[in-house]
């Protein structure tokens, strides 16, 4: 429908190799046929379901598709272009510094080239504000998580603002956070912000009642902190008293079968005690979604309004890693927006 293509929207959980759409993906397996990968390797068709755990092959994957310096400046102008077309007006993109030998990409030069490509898309006048945060995968253990906080931090003083905090993110099932606290500690005392995937699964009880005391910034996924699901009061005291927002991912929980429908989605329990809930995709060419499309979902599942899907959409501003200046900005272009509707 058009109107959630026009809603202006902010996206704050999108995981840039994750993000690639179909029609970029088709062009790197075309360009490297050696791989021999096959389209259904590396995405998850409508209605289809796979666990966690295959979705992270998934990323294995594509990986091996993005490998050099002008692969990742493509693929990330392509992305940045297809959420503006989207009708998003601030993304925040997330990834996790990879080396390739074989190329020569290192940790920095993958960095700088996402920035690059984000300057590139600014100079080409593209409607929309794109921030980075690096992204630490839990799997790579705490000495690459410290590693990955000093490359942000170095980033986050030399970009104009591009770099603005970071993300732990990669398989719930591997490592343990209280490994990565002191690199995340360190982050956050340098001054980034920290968005993290936290309770995605229910084992991570105990160490998101750590994480917590950090605090984040915001919660990705967040999937198991209420008691209903078998989280906790005491998690969703935490994240109520300290007003950390979720990001939530509807269509990315269902097809990677963490949450069993869109009626169960824990959006409803957290949207209901009025808590500051950021509709996202998460990976939209993985899963073969849009923000846009992520709104109208929510919007006919839990019975809202155009007014409340407005309302959700511009209180994502605030849930952004935005300089205030920034914010206010977006919040008077929300308000043009919305008269000009009227
Ligand atoms: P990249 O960091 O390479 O740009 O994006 C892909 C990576 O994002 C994956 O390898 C994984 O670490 C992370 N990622 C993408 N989607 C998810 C998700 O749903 N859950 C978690 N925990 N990590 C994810």
Redesign the pocket.
Known sequence: EPFYRELPKVELHA?????VSVATMKQLITGKPHLNIKHSMTTIRKGQQRT?DE??EV??V??QL?DTEEDLLMITKAVIREFAEDGVRYLEL???P?VETKTGLTKRRYVETVIEAIRQCKEEDIDIDVRFLV?V???NGPEVALETVKIAEDYMLSSDGIVVGMDL????TIGHGKDLLPALQKARNCGLKLAL?MS?VLSQKEESELLLTLPPDRI??GTFLHPEVGGSMSLVHKVRQQNIPLEL?LT?NIM?KTVESYEKHHFLYWYQLGHPCVLCT??KG?FSTSLSQEYQLAASTFGLDQEAVWMLSQQAINCSFAPEAVKEQLQQRWAEYKSQLN
């Open positions: 995981h840039l190799t994750g993000s966690l979705c992270f990323f294995k594509l990986h993005v997330r990834s996790t990879r992204a995968d839990r799997r993110s990669g398989d719930p995937h995605e990705g996924h991912c990315s990677s998460d990976d993985v």
